[in-house]
């Protein structure tokens, strides 16, 4: 059973900073793609970023320039570097594990931003 542990959320001002980490542990698995989801109250979780375990990355149109993924293969881990955070980027962040062979999903248990002056 995988299990994903999440830290580093937390109130902060608009402009400021933040860095999310994500720890799996639990399972074996090589091939894998590790990301962020966020759901805001009233809205449906949506993809934040994401990344492959050979480097590729993706992220959402919102976030583009302002958010850094990246990952600790060694450590199966992966991490959200959150800069010019804006007060539309509160929610409530989900570390993500997907392994597209089995196709099977895993989810934490969630970390609130609160991004307000």
């Known amino acids: 059973q995988v299990q994903l542990v999440e830290s580093g959320g937390g109130l902060v001002q608009p402009g400021g900073s933040l860095r999310l980490s994500c720890a799996a542990s639990?399972?074996?698995?090589?091939?894998?793609?590790m990301g962020w989801f966020r759901q805001a109250p009233g809205k449906q979780r949506e993809l934040v970023a994401a990344a492959t375990n050979v480097g590729g990355t993706n992220y959402a149109d919102s976030v583009k320039g302002r958010f850094t993924i990246s990952r600790d293969n060694a450590k199966n881990a992966v991490y959200l570097q959150m800069n010019s955070l804006k007060p539309e980027d509160t929610a409530v962040y989900y570390c993500n594990l997907y392994l597209p062979l089995i196709r099977e999903e895993y989810w934490g248990q969630g970390t609130q931003v609160t991004v307000s002056s």
């Open positions: 639990g399972s074996a698995f090589s091939i894998y793609t």
